[in-house]
């Protein structure tokens, strides 16, 4: 069935939310077209356009609530002492990245990739539905929609692996034209192109993102990670990727962490009172993180008010004489409220701020590697919900002072949904650049003299060869083409081999020899079927492997050089850092 739907669903570790537009010629102007998105949500009294990202469930794993209701619910229950068996996620989207210190439920637990992955299914399956009724009160069905979802551009093939898998258990198409992932920082890229964002020159004119020539930096600050790109609009006014993706986790919850840690733990005297917190309070903990979320945003770097926040009940009662006396002599007097001073709460921010700084001055210095010095200021675009907070503001514009220009767009934290939306409808990136050297591990012939004895061996028909060869397919920062094709041939070593198999390597440097130097580590595996061909002779079986580093995920096709048919070739991905 022909799509005449574009839908995004922005899956963020604090927020998620769902964007729509029609496919039809008074569209095809970006400036002209209307995205719709939904800003009431269940138990959200203000009109916002995200619901959290938060499940409640029961003993037996099953949903009982999301979003906002979640939350309510589980405070409700906790009031009542009904907590048991029941768990509360929130920012479970970043436990997708093993090792990433993310956890999903309240109480601190860390979670697997593949456990992540059964929260993030749960929560797409009720925000699918709630998209997919919205639209077909419009008159439309599900089969006319072709999805996008939003990935971190710091995230490997594996995590977008593991976010696609969750999408289509949730009902999303498991067609790769009808779901696509896009890049949270490319999207707020589109975005800021369409909202008719413009700069200053050093000369002075002003000038579009459209116009041919212009630079960008885009920062997309969310909850859990910060993302960093920069783009090169070219002369057909489409996308160039001009430096590597940094990023790291500097998201705003990882601001809340910070006030967990420097004030709340001081105030309560101790870690151990904490744990009690978390596990006899979990809602009261929820209700003061709640607060504190409300304050922040009104923390700049001049700020001179203290921030007082209520004390529930319910922690109050879990303080000893001790530990209450202790709370009253660092806030003079006063245990109903926890105080939080102007310093404490920059002290806070300070946290992370520095770190974001840092990537956008490496991405920054990586501009100005691809402009060769020329003379000139750069812009930095400001987007997600974090952006919003005005002591980031003017952190970053103090900090890149004389060197970049910074712009906020309005409404940044609907930025990477609407330019989702964009980017789906009509894709505008010519080229992206590449992270690291991709390759695959070959058997090669053997070098005397040059290749390792260790790794030479012969095969039953006395060819000897070199195992554990790499070989190269892109090198780190190479840009490449969205749609083009590396091609390499391969061959089955042995008479009887039904399968070709490879291990993917990615590596930091830009030629290595082997697979095992240091630096490569293998993120995944492809499979390459020649049941079909098993009659033809040996030398006949060798297969075209074509491989694609300009998608958002790497993509892998296999073609039979003798018959010119394809066959089918599978590639899964590992959870090595990439």
Known sequence: MKQRIIAAIDFG???????????????????????????????????????????????????????????????????????????????????????????????????????????????????YALAVAEIEQSGHSAAEIRWCLTVPAIWGNYQKQLMREAAVSAGLPGDEHRLQLVIEPEAAAYHARVSGVRTVRASGRRASLMTKGS????????????????????????????????????????????????????????????????????????????????????????????????????????????????????????????IVSAAEARDVFESVVPGILDIIDKQLAEMKVQRRNAPGRELVILVGGFASSPYLQERLQEHLAGRADVLVPPD??????????????????????TKFTYGCDVASNFRPGVDPEEKKYALPDGRVKCKDRFKVFVSAGQSVPVDEEVVRSFSPLYEDQKTLTFD?????????????????????????????VMHLPLSSRSVSLSMMFGEVQIRVTAVVQETGEATVAQVRFTEAAE
């Open 13 to 127: 570790t604090h927020g998620t939310g769902y964007a729509w537009t029609t496919i039809e010629d008074r569209h095809k102007d970006a400036k002209k077209r209307a995205v719709h998105f939904r800003t009431r949500w269940q138990d959200l009294p203000t009109p916002y356009p995200k619901n959290l990202t938060a499940l409640l469930l029961d003993a037996k794993g099953d949903l009982v609530a999301w979003g906002h209701e979640a939350r309510r619910k589980w405070a409700m229950r906790s009031a009542r002492g009904e907590t048991d068996g029941y768990q509360y996620f929130a920012n479970f989207k970043m436990s997708l990245a093993a090792g990433s210190g993310g956890s999903g439920d309240l109480s601190g637990g860390l979670l697997s990739p593949e456990r992540s992955k059964g929260l993030v299914t749960h929560y797409l399956r009720n925000i």
């Open 215 to 338: 630079r960008f930096l885009v920062a997309d600050c969310g909850g859990g990670t910060v993302d960093i790109t920069a783009y090169r609009t070219d002369e057909r006014n489409r996308l160039e990727e001009i430096g590597r993706d940094f990023g790291g986790k500097f998201g705003s919850e990882y601001v809340n962490q910070a006030f967990l840690e420097k004030i709340l733990v001081k105030r309560l005297g101790s870690f151990e009172v904490m744990d009690r917190v978390h596990a006899e309070a979990p809602a009261a903990l929820l209700e003061v993180l709640g607060s504190w979320e409300k304050a922040k945003v009104n923390v700049d770097t001049t700020s001179q008010d203290d921030i007082f926040l209520q004390l529930p009940a319910a922690i109050d009662r879990l303080l000893g004489k001790e530990e209450r006396f202790a709370l009253g002599e660092q806030q003079d007097g006063i245990t109903d409220h926890i």
């Open 412 to 433: 940044p934290q609907v930025a990477v949904l609407l330019g989702a939306v964009h980017y789906t409808y009509d894709p505008q990136t010519k080229s992206r650049r």
């Open 504 to 532: 993917l390597y990615a590596s930091g440097g830009k030629s290595p020899g082997y697979v095992t130097d240091p630096g490569c580590a293998k993120i995944g595996v492809v499979k390459v079927d020649l049941s079909d």
